[in-house]
């Protein structure tokens, strides 16, 4: 395992992600707890201590089985993340109450990581707004102890990123962002790396393989990359890439089994960055497929804040294949097998799902062109 520094701390360079764990009959709610409970032992086998997991992943589940997990192993050889769920405006009056649950559901005293969860254009005024209360309490649970250090996560523009820094930036002590190759240009990744690096703090990614979309390519893309480095997986150069970015600390990928996790720490073994040939292709690379596409990534916060309970995820999965393909059978034969009031053209163009979209997509346009396209 790679190791990186961070103030008085050796991280491992892979974190396991809690967001995606192995769930029971694909409900994203009900999380395999064994298969989970043997990913983390093998993980710690393997050298990895840093563990992210949040109020909201797979219905607020996630810091329960997490917690429990960990359980099995001395405090002291795991370091902790979770983040105050500021992606949901209703959460904040409410960090005291949110901050206590969380360390129970944990099962611990203190989280090594705290993170603001989800900086965006939806929270920035609620986040700035000092009549919440919550930088200041949290400030006070670091100076007890009971927060190592704090930090923030954001998927909102670099302007969002730069209001909230010009309020919290020197007590943040690493950013998260979402960070790839594909989004290195479409996301501006590239642009808030230089805004953190500007404010002298480390970056943490989340989003390595972009919820998996960059874990298989096109065949021709797949042969280009073979061609330059023949024993690298596909998903490793995902990896590769961020190990070719100096200000990378943390590299969280939210692994769905134990094959995924053998794999990235087998990638993790050693450092291999990219040379400037074998960046430029994957960057090439990602320019194409950028062409068709909508940049879900699977996140679930849609799902909750969507009155027709749809599973925006999928339906978006499918309208990006039938988008990409232009046509096919693949996605009218898969929406052949939903209930006619879960297709998309239940939508009702609220666009309540929209107000908590990370990638700020406009799903209910999605939807009705979807819709349009499909019965075409």
């Known amino acids: ?18 967001m995606r764990l192995p769930v029971v009959g694909g409900d994203d709610a009900k999380i395999d707890e064994a298969a989970a409970s043997r990913m983390v032992d093998m993980a ?11 109020w909201g992943y797979h219905s607020g589940n ?6 429990r997990a960990l359980k099995k192993h001395p405090r002291e050889s795991f370091y902790l993340a979770t983040k105050f769920p500021g992606y949901d405006l209703a959460n904040m009056d409410k960090v005291q109450e949110i901050f206590e649950k969380q360390l129970e559901k944990c099962g ?18 609620a986040y700035l707004d000092k009549k919440y209360g919550i ?3 949290l400030m006070e649970q670091k100076k007890a102890g009971r927060i190592r250090h704090l930090g923030f996560s954001a998927h909102g523009s670099l302007e969002v990123m730069e209001r909230f820094l010009a309020a919290y930036g020197k007590d943040m002590e690493f950013g998260q962002i979402q960070l790839n190759y594909l989004d290195w240009t479409f996301q501006d990744a590239k642009a808030k790396v230089e805004l953190l690096t500007k404010w002298n703090i480390p970056v943490w990614v989340m989003e390595p393989v972009r919820g998996g979309k960059l874990a298989s390519l096109a065949a021709e893309d797949e042969a280009r990359l073979k061609a330059l480095r023949p024993d690298e997986g596909i998903p490793a150069w995902a990896f590769r890439f961020l190990q070719t970015i100096p200000e990378v600390t943390m590299i969280l990928s939210g692994m769905s089994n134990e094959a995924q996790l053998a794999d990235n720490l087998a990638t993790f073994a050693e450092d291999k ?28 916060y849609c799902t909750s804040h969507c009155p027709q309970g749809l599973d925006i ?19 009218p034969m898969a929406l052949a097998g939903f209930p006619e009031d ?17 990638q700020q997509i406009k799903i209910s346009e999605a939807m009705a062109d979807f819709a349009a396209k499909v019965k075409a």
Do not use: W
């Open 108 to 125: 611990v005293e203190y989280f090594d990581f705290y993170l603001f969860h989800n900086v965006c254009e939806m929270n920035i005024d």
């Open 44 to 54: 710690m086998e393997q050298g990895v201590n840093y563990y992210d997991t949040a």
């Open 273 to 300: 960055p990219l040379n400037k040939e074998e960046m430029d292709t994957l960057l090439s690379i990602a320019d194409g497929m950028l062409k068709n596409t909508v940049p879900c990534t699977a996140c679930h």
């Open 62 to 67: 996630s810091e329960l089985v997490m917690g």
């Open 1 to 18: 395992m790679i190791y990186k520094e961070f103030q008085d701390l050796k991280l491992s360079a892979l974190g396991m992600g809690a």
């Open 313 to 331: 995820p999928r339906l978006l999965s499918l309208y990006n294949e039938h988008s990409f393909t232009g046509g096919g059978f693949i996605a």
């Open 342 to 358: 879960k297709r998309p053209d239940a939508c009702i163009g609220c666009r309540s799902c929209e107000a908590v979209c990370p």
């Open 135 to 137: 930088f200041d309490y």
